[in-house]
Each structure stands twice: as structure tokens, then as C-alpha cells.
């Protein structure tokens, strides 16, 4: 299983960016999928999750800013980024709870980051 995330870049205070992660590889089933960042000097922190039944929730600094949605039968999770705030400047990683195969245990896969900078 293999998690790959895109759509990191450089954006001006107030603009906008789309992250996406697609999951790819032999799976079972896919629960939560979510979105941590981690801030220079910062440990890494959750910014936003969905489960499988697309029920969200966020970290409080990104609240009406942000969006998380997926798409079940593309294995793809997107955070939509807007308003965009020095302080959201970042590694955003994708993280996916996947069952690999029936009758074993759900395993957490990271993606391998995506540097997302807000400067002018």
C-alpha cells in the first residue's frame, strides 16, 4: 500500500491550494483518512480527518477555512486550503487507517509529504 500525496506549493496570505492523496495498492477497505501538517519547529499535529461515511472534523486553526473531503472509489482524500495564513507554512501528510487485507488488523500508512508555504 502505497500513499501519494501532491498539490503542495507556494502561495501568497490568502490564496488558496488543493492537496490530494491517492492510495493505491492491494487493499481491503479504507477507514479514517486525514491530513497532519507540521510547522517548523512544531511536533506534527492533525489538521483535518473524514471516515469512510464522510463524517469531518478539523483542528480548531483551520475551522471554516479549510475542507477535507474524499472520494471512496478513487482511494483519494483532497484538503481544499483556503484563506491561507503564513502560520498554516507546512508539511502536509496524508494518513490513511487501512484494513490490507480481510481479517487483519487495521495499519496506519503515511504519505510522503508535501511542503505548503504562505508568503508574500
Known amino acids: 500500500v502505497q500513499l501519494q500525496a501532491s498539490g503542495g506549493g507556494l502561495v501568497q496570505p490568502g490564496g488558496s491550494l488543493r492537496l490530494s492523496c491517492a492510495a493505491s495498492?492491494?487493499?481491503?477497505?479504507?477507514?479514517?483518512m486525514g491530513w497532519y501538517r507540521q510547522r517548523p519547529g512544531k511536533q506534527r499535529e492533525l489538521v483535518a480527518a473524514?471516515?469512510?461515511?464522510?463524517?469531518?472534523n478539523y483542528a480548531d486553526s483551520v475551522k471554516d477555512r479549510f475542507t477535507i473531503s474524499r472520494e471512496n472509489a478513487k482511494n483519494t482524500v483532497w484538503l481544499q486550503m483556503n484563506s491561507l495564513k503564513p502560520e498554516d507554512t507546512a508539511v502536509y501528510y496524508c494518513?490513511?487507517?487501512?484494513?490490507?487485507?480481510?481479517?487483519?488488523?487495521?495499519?496506519?500508512?503515511w504519505g510522503q509529504g508535501t511542503q505548503v508555504t504562505v508568503s508574500s
Open positions: 495498492g492491494s487493499m481491503y477497505s479504507i477507514n479514517d
Open positions: 494518513n490513511a487507517a487501512i484494513i490490507p487485507q480481510w481479517a487483519l488488523p487495521e495499519r496506519s500508512y
Open positions: 473524514i471516515t469512510s461515511a464522510g463524517s469531518t
